[in-house]
């Protein structure tokens, strides 16, 4: 991990200097409902759209970012988006971003899985429609958290190493010291073969398609399936023969900022109100999340520790 960050504040703004952000914006484009796939690979979506039949058009999209926070800041931070609701499993909202939607919806505070170490699609996909049901003429981005790691396909890595179980003690323990397992570290050292880490990413996609596709069916007007990044397995980063590994930002390269523009069919549009201010009330949650702001930040660590970040 360490490698990668020398990554992020080395190679990053080199190729910054060279190429700049080549990214789209996500707010431009047009949709009604944007599901993102957190760290997913155009190509091994393509996989899927082919293996699956998936019904609906599918294109390559630019991300401007090669990571969730960079994805973040690039596209909503400083802005404000009264028209949009966001629902998310993604822990790096809270740091990035400062009420940039009309509402959000936290569900990686009090919704988290602590057997699995993250959110998990089937109850995301719950709160989406909650989320719809109360907005119904806002725009709604809903940010998954899988193929990320942990996977929780039917390839899950439950190896010696411990790679499941040690993203859980990082999260109860609070510690990122010595992270025994960290499938990334195991991916690079060779304890893992590529072909098997491959096939446990491919599962955790069919994991969370097998939820985002129906929410995609259900939901009124036009919605996209897309992602925030991709994830590199060893390619070479340019200007110089650096293999990257995970999704270290500021990186451009076609596997961490190509990803999927996937458009399923369909036969209405949304009436989006684009006015109003912050809600009095916002989405029905349970109890536990109204934490104090300790509590809250405490609860980010935990949760980004899970997903196998350092600062």
Not at 16 to 24: F, L, T, V
Not at 29 to 35: F, G, H
Request: hydrophobic residues 35%; proline residues 6%.
């Amino acid at each position: 991990m360490r490698r990668q960050l020398l990554l992020s504040s080395v190679l990053g703004p080199i190729q910054k200097r060279i190429r700049g952000n080549d990214g789209e914006y996500v707010m431009d484009a047009d949709w009604d409902n944007l599901i993102i796939l957190d760290g997913c690979r155009y190509d091994l979506f393509t996989q899927i759209y082919a293996k699956h039949s998936l019904d609906g058009e599918l294109s390559r999209f630019q991300s401007r970012g090669s990571s969730s926070p960079e994805f973040l800041s690039e596209n909503f931070e400083g802005r404000s988006y009264n028209d949009t609701v966001y629902v998310t499993a993604n822990p790096h909202e809270k740091r990035v971003l400062d009420d940039a939607f009309y509402d959000t919806d936290r569900a990686w505070i009090d919704d988290w899985d602590d057997e699995d170490g993250t959110v998990l699609p089937g109850v995301l996909s719950e709160r989406a429609r909650a989320a719809h049901d109360a907005y119904p003429n806002k725009r709604l981005i809903v940010h998954f958290m899988q193929p990320h790691v942990p996977f929780i396909g039917e390839t899950q890595l439950d190896v010696d190493s411990e790679i499941t179980s040690g993203l859980r003690d990082m999260m109860l323990e609070d510690s990122m010291d010595d992270a025994p397992g960290f499938v990334w570290e195991e991916l690079q050292n060779g304890a893992i073969e590529e072909g098997v880490f491959w096939e446990a990413y491919r599962d955790n996609l069919i994991r969370v398609l097998e939820e985002a596709v129906p929410l995609a069916e259900d939901l009124p007007g036009k919605t996209v399936i897309t992602a925030d990044h991709g994830n590199a397995l060893g390619e070479w980063a340019t200007p110089f023969p650096v293999p990257v590994y995970f999704h270290p930002t500021n990186i451009r390269m076609p596997e961490l900022n190509t990803v999927p523009w996937f458009v399923p069919p369909y036969s209405e549009r949304k009436r989006i109100v684009r006015s109003g201010d912050a809600p009095a009330e916002t989405i029905e949650e349970p109890a536990a999340a109204d934490e104090s702001a300790e509590s809250g930040e405490n609860a980010v660590e935990d949760r980004l520790s899970a997903l196998g970040y350092v600062d």
